[in-house]
């Protein structure tokens, strides 16, 4: 049997595996600058930018391009800006230079570059609590409640009996809770992001069916104190503390890393410059959404 | 077919167990790999459904903004055309690299990552230029180096007014500064009475309590005005109250002593200036000493970096082929320098 065709195609398979794409510029030949015997290109000073910045700057690019399909620019948002830079222009007499020795042509530009895109930000969270509510339920578990911090667990006895009399939770946290307490019988939301909490009792208050007196005494010995709680829930229906869920969980990192992979998702994102992939694969792989596995092995 | 099969059974079965594994091998090999896209004959870097964002987009947003990146690809190319790489100087920047590397692997696992997009901050667009890198940092002290030396007098005004010497030190740890122990009074009383008969150098080398400069019999190196401040970039490890006393000292002359408390307790220290030459610090045999002061004169005029590779580009044919980035290079100089091209 002959076998040079299996060896022709074993050399054919080895030598298809070959390195991922690399996206350049159009004039990427084209002449900078000639120092001496060393020519630079447009070319060359692509590719350093792209080592450099690029991945940051492809992501806040692909941002915009979320924005552009999600959050439309609004006369109220152009209005903000302008109040902005005013405000700016009031506190810094040298607003117009800094923001040129920066490398922006004029006001404008920099409002279009930086101030309605971080206002776009901020709205495309806001939309993600409303687009992403099962997702925002699943992670964060949120709910409201009434609280009471007790100094152990007869105490926190004695106030859940209290409070099952129906005497009003403030008052029961009155006579009952521990001195300079963080849960004193007040409204609070809560969400997995508390930790001085046990998970448990945000999972009661997440998952029980109706408001009222949760019957059980709670402590979080994981926290090395020997305080005990008791809880009320108030609601736990989402769209009655959306807004409070918003507001409390929008400036945390993971909700806006959670939110831009959302919509990633959605739109599906995907890189097509192996520089641009191998960076992200290395510091955010959970932005490359159509690679769920790297995401994981990471984890 | 069957009786091929038959008859080369074991062929085929080796056949098989090499494709598959061939198989294996290009599917992992190039899992990672990204495929390549366009848009109205545009390069794609990355895409959303409706949108891509392409290479020029990228270079289009970017480039308005990377002065310091044409400044250092022009400085590298000016720097390697004016110094001739010798053995000693590739020497020199291959334990530049080694050091790099040692540093960076204990920042990061990943280093070579952070390490490439530095690199590329400064002209460099991949982690094997490193070494270019090395080579070209040391040209470019080699390049301070002459320059100054060419034009010392010039330069040095500038430099003299941080008020620059060498200096030597005894420390001498305490519990109390103000309740010294017997001991404490008795080794205090000894290092004084020691320096009225004997060289300052010979009673460190017997008392001082700092192991960095003990053996060395008490020199500490380089100082001037700048190293009191908490932000200096002086490597010297002499704390700053004994600076500033040293400051107000002249050539030879011992202060008093100097209570200094920091995190790791309370010390008296006395401190003696070696050195006040500039001509002769500057050209000290000592390569730490050399090195800090060529570092101290670059400091002390902002603009002289900018000057010194001035003069050796202008020994060079420069041409900028657009306006854009002759404007962003003198953005750039102007910011950073403040120079007017």
């Known amino acids: 049997m002959k076998k040079t065709p299996i060896l022709l195609v074993c050399a054919a398979m080895m030598l298809s595996a070959c390195s991922g794409a690399t996206a350049t510029i159009k004039d990427k030949d084209e002449a900078i600058m000639t120092i001496g015997n060393t020519t630079y290109t447009k070319g060359d000073e692509y590719d350093l930018l792209k080592i450099s910045t690029g991945t940051d700057l492809t992501m806040e690019l692909v941002k915009q391009a979320i924005y552009k399909q999600e959050v439309k620019v609004t006369d109220e948002m152009k209005e903000k800006a302008q109040e902005q830079i005013d405000n700016y222009k009031g506190n810094m007499s040298d607003f117009e230079s800094q923001i040129k020795s920066l490398g922006y042509t004029s006001t404008k530009q920099y409002m279009n570059k930086v101030l309605i895109p971080s206002l776009q930000a901020s709205e495309l969270t806001e939309k993600y609590f409303a687009d992403a509510k099962k997702d925002v339920q699943n992670t964060y578990k949120p709910s409201k409640a009434r609280i009471i911090q007790c100094e152990n667990k007869a105490t926190a006895k004695k106030a859940l009996k209290a409070l099952k009399d129906g005497t009003d939770p403030e008052e029961v946290a009155s006579q009952y809770m521990v001195d300079s307490a963080t849960y004193s019988g007040k409204e609070t939301l809560i969400t997995t992001k508390k930790t001085d909490i046990s998970t448990r009792m945000i999972n009661k208050l997440y998952k029980a069916k109706k408001a009222g007196v949760i019957d059980e005494i709670f402590t979080n010995e994981s926290s090395g104190t020997t305080y005990a709680y008791v809880a009320v829930l108030v609601t736990n229906t989402y769209k009655d503390i959306k807004d409070e869920v918003y507001t409390t969980l929008s400036s945390d990192d993971d909700v806006k890393k959670a939110c831009l992979v959302y919509y990633l998702k959605k739109y599906n994102f995907e890189v097509h410059d192996q520089d641009v992939f191998d960076n992200l694969k290395a510091n955010n792989p959970e932005y490359l959404v159509s690679r769920p596995d790297l995401a994981k092995s990471k984890d | ?341």
């Open chain 2, 1 to 341: 077919m069957t009786d091929i099969l038959r008859n080369n059974w074991f062929v085929v079965l080796i056949a098989i167990i090499i494709i598959g594994f061939i198989g294996y091998f290009i599917y992992d090999t190039n899992k990672d790999n990204v495929s390549a896209k366009s848009s109205n004959n545009e390069q794609v870097v990355a895409s959303i459904d409706k949108d891509d964002i392409t290479a020029n987009d990228l270079y289009d947003e970017s480039a308005p903004y990377d002065g310091s990146t044409i400044y250092n690809m022009y400085k590298n190319a000016v720097i390697d055309q004016s110094i001739e790489t010798t053995k000693d100087i590739k020497k020199q920047a291959n334990t530049l690299e080694s050091n790099i590397k040692s540093n960076a692997s204990k920042q990061s696992d990943d280093y070579e990552s952070t390490l490439t997009s530095e690199l590329a901050k400064y002209g460099y667009s991949s982690f094997e230029q490193l070494n270019d890198y090395c080579i070209t940092s040391v040209k470019e002290k080699e390049m301070n180096k002459k320059y100054i030396t060419k034009h010392f007098d010039e330069v040095k005004k500038a430099w003299e007014e941080k008020s620059p010497r060498t200096v030597s030190i005894i420390k001498m740890e305490v519990s109390d500064a103000d309740n010294l122990t017997e001991t404490e009074t008795k080794k205090k009383n000894n290092i004084d009475k020691a320096l009225e008969k004997e060289s300052f150098a010979d009673v460190a080398k017997a008392f001082s309590e700092d192991s960095n400069t003990a053996n060395k019999k008490g020199f500490a190196g380089y100082v001037d005005s700048n190293s009191t401040s908490s932000d200096s970039s002086s490597t010297s490890t002499v704390p700053a109250d004994v600076v500033t006393a040293a400051i107000n000292l002249k050539k030879g002359e011992t202060s008093d002593w100097v209570t200094v408390t920091n995190s790791s307790g309370t010390s008296l220290y006395r401190v003696y200036v070696k050195e006040t030459d500039s001509n002769k610090i500057f050209n000290a045999k000592n390569d730490t000493v050399s090195n800090q002061a060529l570092y101290a004169i670059l400091n002390s005029d902002s603009s002289l970096s900018y000057k010194i590779l001035d003069s050796y580009a202008k020994k060079l044919d420069i041409k900028f082929n657009d306006k854009d980035t002759k404007k962003k290079f003198d953005n750039y100089v102007k910011t950073t320098y403040g120079g007017d091209q």
